[in-house]
């Protein structure tokens, strides 16, 4: 009689394979003020059960301008970054969650921010990854200039306007640029998370989390039409 493996046996194989042939992957994710929550919320939840499952080779922790606490959008969460800026640790990835576009905007104008992803981003083996309006901060250090990137469809036919330097993609829910991950909207971000795990520590991993979470992961998507008065335009 042929025995078939048990539902355990399988996550344990597949969980086995990946701590087998995978380095520590560390991931940095910008907190600030006004944030939306499924922007980083989703893509830590994705690399938390990544980091079970492969025995601690996943690490994430949080930045901030400072060791102050941030305020999610509408007055939600308090949360205290692990490190301000300026003393993150190594990394592999850093993460830019979005926010609306009034926070987003000022958020450009913010010196220290640009200076602190362009420094980031000169580094050798370092990647950077946008959910959402994230894609407005490394848009604006250059960094996107004459490559593919994407955004939330409500902001889209803005970033093209204003980044025009930049290959908007619409229809999609992530874009890989090879340094840069670009993702759309808000739950897209869990999209751009799977990825980077099955790039990581293999397919196998990626869809047993995918079901965890009970989400499809998908790379295309036909974007709808923004409903009337919804798409973002810049005065």
Not at 25 to 42: C, E, H, K, P, S
Request: charged share 20%; glycine share 6%; proline share 5%.
């Amino acid at each position: 009689m042929i025995k078939t493996h048990s539902h355990q046996q399988t996550m344990n194989a597949i969980a086995e394979a990946a701590q087998q042939s995978q380095q520590a992957v560390r991931i940095a994710v910008l907190l600030y003020d006004n944030i939306v929550v499924q922007d980083f919320a989703g893509p830590i939840e994705v690399f938390s059960k990544a980091k079970k499952l492969t025995q601690g080779h996943y690490q994430v922790f949080t930045v901030g301008f400072d060791k102050n606490p941030i305020r999610t959008e509408q007055d939600g969460l308090e949360i205290v970054p692990d490190y301000a800026i300026s003393k993150m640790p190594e990394a592999d990835y850093l993460l830019l969650p979005g926010a609306s576009m009034p926070v987003i905007n000022e958020l450009m104008q913010h010196d220290d921010l640009s200076a602190f992803i362009k420094n980031w981003n000169a580094q050798q083996n370092t990647k950077t990854v946008t959910i959402c309006t994230g894609a407005y901060l490394l848009a604006n250090t250059g960094a996107l200039d004459g490559k593919k990137a994407t955004t939330h469809f409500f902001v889209a036919n803005d970033f093209a306007q204003l980044f025009p330097a930049v290959d908007l993609i619409k229809d999609t829910r992530f874009v890989d640029e090879g340094k840069y991950i670009t993702s759309s909207g808000v739950t897209s971000g869990i999209d751009a998370a799977l990825y980077i795990v099955g790039q990581n520590s293999g397919i196998p991993l990626r869809n047993m989390i995918s079901r965890a979470l009970q989400y499809s992961f998908r790379q295309q998507e036909n974007w709808p039409e923004p409903p009337a008065g919804m798409a973002f335009h810049r005065d």
